[in-house]
């Protein structure tokens, strides 16, 4: 099946710095999600991204699928943004089962 | 409001027990999952189903039951064969299709005395 490797798997920022999360998977996926687990462990939809490059304020993503990752950008980063970040794929015969990275713990101190 | 539900948020069980999860959905999606996620770690799948009346096995479906005899609806039974069930719980529902994009409920979560 299709391995997804997420890194950095921890990250500390202070609140206003920026970061990057990267995602990347060893096979061709037709679905690729970006999640935030929050502290009670609800999975929030940040992105679905298979391809191409998406806004939503302060979040970004961009999937490079022909070179088979995806980076998830945090800007002016806030306490609220601590979590866990999770990227998960599912691939063309897999029928929407997605398979998961094991997660960036991002940790924003004020 | 249109959503996931799961019940109960917390489920605690004797060994030798099995327990029902129960699952549901008015987003009017064909597909759902279910998916078992332990501390630091990510999620793995245990069942889905594309369709009422079908389901298929996930990657680490021993010891668990589903069942689905109702669009709205993806119950989870955890039963005395599954050797460490203590875990967070989490169904999800798409629409049909591999590219769907898929939804997530608020999870259980089950622990064993």
């Known amino acids: 099946g299709i391995q997804v490797e997420q890194s950095p798997p921890d990250l500390i920022l202070q609140e206003g710095a920026n970061s990057t999360l990267r995602c990347n998977f060893s096979d061709s996926v037709n679905n690729l999600q970006w999640f935030h687990q929050n502290p009670w462990g609800q999975l929030i939809n940040l992105f679905y991204?298979?391809?191409g490059t998406k806004q939503n304020g302060r979040l970004s993503a961009t999937t490079v699928a022909t070179e088979r990752y995806s980076l998830l950008y945090i800007s002016s980063s806030q306490t609220t943004d601590s979590g866990v970040y999770f990227c998960a794929v599912a691939g063309g015969t897999s029928y929407g089962k997605l398979t998961f990275g094991q997660g960036t713990i991002l940790t924003v101190h004020p | 409001d249109g959503g996931i539900t799961q019940s109960p948020k917390y489920l605690f069980r004797k060994e030798g027990q099995n327990v029902t999860l129960s699952c549901e959905q008015n987003?009017?999606?064909?597909?759902m999952y279910w998916y078992r996620q332990d501390p630091g770690q990510g999620l793995r799948l245990i069942y889905y189903?594309?369709?009422?009346?079908?389901?298929q096995k996930g990657d680490i479906a021993e010891g668990y039951s589903v069942s689905r005899e109702k669009k709205e609806s993806f119950p989870l039974t955890v039963t005395s064969a599954q050797k460490n069930p203590t875990a967070f719980y989490l169904c999800?529902?798409?629409?049909?299709?591999?590219?769907?994009?898929?939804?997530f409920g608020p999870g259980t979560r089950l622990t064993v005395l």
């Open positions: 991204i298979p391809s």
């Open positions: 189903s594309q369709i009422v009346n079908d389901f």
């Open positions: 987003l009017n999606h064909d597909a």
């Open positions: 999800a529902s798409s629409m049909v299709g591999g590219a769907a994009e898929q939804f």
